[in-house]
T-cell receptor, first 116, second 111 residues
């Protein structure tokens, strides 16, 4: 199956700093990528849809100025958590649906963020 | 509002038995339903997709059923192995490539 990578796999930062997470589709092009966050023992919550060449679409309740998304190319989307606070600590996962696979999407391995 | 329910409690079964996980949904008519496996600290891994006009889908030891009248999907793992121990998520297609995920059921296969 298709491969999606994320970097970094984990990050610890101080409160108030910004953190950038990269999501790459390694062997296919993705005009759309999705960003999720997951708290322990909870479901994946869709944060936003990243669109190559246009603005991201954010889900209700997600602050677009807090979580900046840039879909720089057909294989790269980045999520920047700006002015991070301890409540932003979570597991962030991206996914991408390869074209022509009828709704299948492939997930990255996730990024664990801990804000101190 | 749309709601997806999976057994929130862990499911423990003996090795070799068939594990059956349930996914129920309300206020919804999804065109696709997917099942994923998620190991601790990792992203979900796609297992199977079933369409609304399909009753059953199989892949090796895995079988998924989709009953749009009952609004339910069942996920079966036959001849279960300890390596099958993980959390299994169901996800319903909500349009424009978006999926809504259930909270998952943690399966533990005992040797």
């Amino acid at each position: 199956g298709a491969v999606v990578s994320q970097h970094p796999s984990w990050v610890i930062c101080k409160s108030g700093t910004s953190v950038k997470i990269e999501c790459r589709s390694l062997d296919f092009q993705a005009t759309t990528m999705f960003w999720y966050r997951q708290f322990p023992k909870q479901s994946l919550m869709l944060m936003a849809t990243s669109n190559e060449g246009s603005k991201a679409t954010y889900e209700q309740g997600v602050e677009k100025d807090k979580f900046l998304i840039n879909h720089a190319s057909l294989t790269l989307s980045t999520l920047t958590v700006t002015s991070a606070h301890p409540e932003d600590s979570s597991f962030y996962i991206c996914s991408a649906p390869p074209a022509g696979e009828g709704g299948t999407q492939y997930f990255g391995p996730g990024t664990r963020l801990l804000v101190l | 509002s749309q709601k997806i329910e999976q057994n929130s409690e862990a499911l423990n079964i003996q090795e070799g038995k068939t594990a059956t996980l349930t996914c129920n949904y309300t206020n919804y008519s999804p065109a696709y339903l997917q099942w994923y496996r998620q190991d601790p600290g990792r992203g979900p891994v796609f297992l199977l997709l079933i369409r609304e006009n399909e009753k059953e889908k199989r892949k090796e030891r895995l079988k998924v059923t989709f009953d749009t009248t009952l609004k339910q999907s069942l996920f079966h793992i036959t001849a279960s192995q300890p390596a099958d121990s993980a959390t299994y998520l169901c996800a319903l297609y909500s349009g424009t490539y978006k999926y809504i995920f259930g909270t998952g059921t943690r399966l533990k296969v005992l040797a």
